[in-house]
Nanobody, 120 residues
């Protein structure tokens, strides 16, 4: 069982940066791949980024490549999403997940979500 708590969202101007954090409870955190999804009002859920259990592999949606970086610290049971060069279209609720499936856009565990709003 893994519990996830997302934080770090907020309001930022276009071109700005935010770093999202996801604190996980449970001794098995380091065995899980972790991922981030997002969902904007009236839009479908989107995959954003994922990272392997040991941090050696990262995966990104095309629309965030070169702007976002996913990382993790297994000693702190935390995964991060550094977001640079934010655009208004990045506005959404961002969800941290454990054991994500990009194919089915699902995951075993979800955080509560953190709102990111980018003003133009």
């Amino acid at each position: 069982q893994v519990q996830l708590v997302d934080s770090g969202g907020g309001l930022v101007q276009a071109g700005g940066s935010l770093r999202l954090s996801c604190a996980a409870s449970g001794r098995t955190f380091s065995s899980y791949a972790m991922g981030w999804f997002r969902q904007a009002p009236g839009k479908e859920r989107e995959f954003v980024a994922a990272i392997s259990w040991n941090g050696n592999s990262q995966y990104y949606a095309d629309f965030v490549k070169g702007r976002f970086t996913v990382s993790r610290d297994n000693t702190k049971n935390t995964v991060y999403l550094q977001m640079n060069g934010l655009k208004p279209e990045d506005t959404a609720v961002y969800y941290c997940t454990a054991d994500p499936s990009i194919a089915t856009m699902t995951a075993d565990y979800w955080g509560q979500g953190t709102q990111v709003t980018v003003s133009s």
